[in-house]
């Protein structure tokens, strides 16, 4: 199957950068999209940014409104690895972090229930 393991995360103030990695193992040509969520304590898990890509090109890169201008998904191929790189970090960005994985190719697809494959997610906490 699929193996995602996170990384990069950490404790940061407010206005800082941050870079997680994905790294992908196994099955990873079944992959098309791979994507980014947070949950906060108490909160449901939300979408943070997806990307997709055939071959050596980028097909799409999305983002949640709330990160927009702020943060960036991109790839490497050559090392199966996603990242995000996080600026401007808000004390709202705290959250644990997941990468995540589709086998199906869908522009528009933000609901965590239909990516098959998860990481162990990685803490992100900003503070004031």
């Known amino acids: 199957q699929v193996q995602l393991v996170e990384s990069g995360g950490g404790l940061v103030q407010a206005g800082a950068s941050v870079r997680l990695s994905c790294a992908a193992s196994?099955?990873?040509?079944?992959?098309?999209?791979m994507g980014w969520f947070r949950q906060a304590p108490g909160k449901e898990r939300e979408f943070v940014a997806h990307i997709s890509w055939t071959g050596d090109r980028t097909i799409f890169a999305d983002y949640a409104d709330s990160v927009k201008g702020r943060f960036t998904i991109s790839r490497d191929n050559a090392k199966n690895t996603v990242f995000l790189q996080m600026n401007s970090l808000k004390p709202e960005d705290t959250a644990v972090y997941y990468c995540a994985a589709r086998t199906g190719l869908r522009n528009g697809v933000t609901n965590p229930r239909e990516y098959d494959y998860w990481g162990q997610g990685t803490q992100v906490t900003v503070s004031s």
């Open positions: 196994g099955r990873t040509f079944s992959i098309y999209v």
